[in-house]
Nanobody, 126 residues
Framework: QVQLVESGGGLVQPGGSLRLSCTTS????????IGWFRQAPGKEREGVSY????????YYADSVKGRSTIIRDNAKNTVYLHMEDLKSEDTAVYFC???????????????????WGQGTEVTVSS
């Protein structure tokens, strides 16, 4: 069982930036691809970004492309999502999820992932 823990959320002004972290203490994340998702109030969970386990291949949702960078630091057992030029529509609970490769589907499909964190809340407001 992989227990993922997200951190780095908070209140940010429009145009600001933040860095979300996803880590686990019990297993190494090195063997898992990691996806970031978010869920705004009243909306469905949507895929934000993804980084593969072996070749660090990355994907981004169109809504954050050009404003976000996903990075994995295997030495720190952590995956980061750096977001800048934040907008009110970025307000959501952000989740990271681990993909072992055993399931199928697009990186944006929640059912692809084996383990989920509890989420960290991001509020973009002045």
């Amino acid at each position: 069982q992989v227990q993922l823990v997200e951190s780095g959320g908070g209140l940010v002004q429009p145009g600001g930036s933040l860095r979300l972290s996803c880590t686990t203490s019990r297993e190494t994340l090195e063997h898992y691809a990691i996806g970031w998702f978010r869920q705004a109030p009243g909306k469905e969970r949507e895929g934000v970004s993804y980084i593969s386990s072996r070749y660090f291949i990355t994907y981004y949702a169109d809504s954050v492309k050009g404003r976000s960078t996903i990075i994995r630091d295997n030495a720190k057992n952590t995956v980061y999502l750096h977001m800048e030029d934040l907008k009110s529509e970025d307000t959501a609970v952000y989740f990271c999820a681990a993909d072992s490769g055993r399931r199928g589907g697009s990186w944006e499909t929640a059912t692809r992932y084996d383990y989920w964190g509890q989420g960290t809340e991001v509020t973009v407001s002045s």
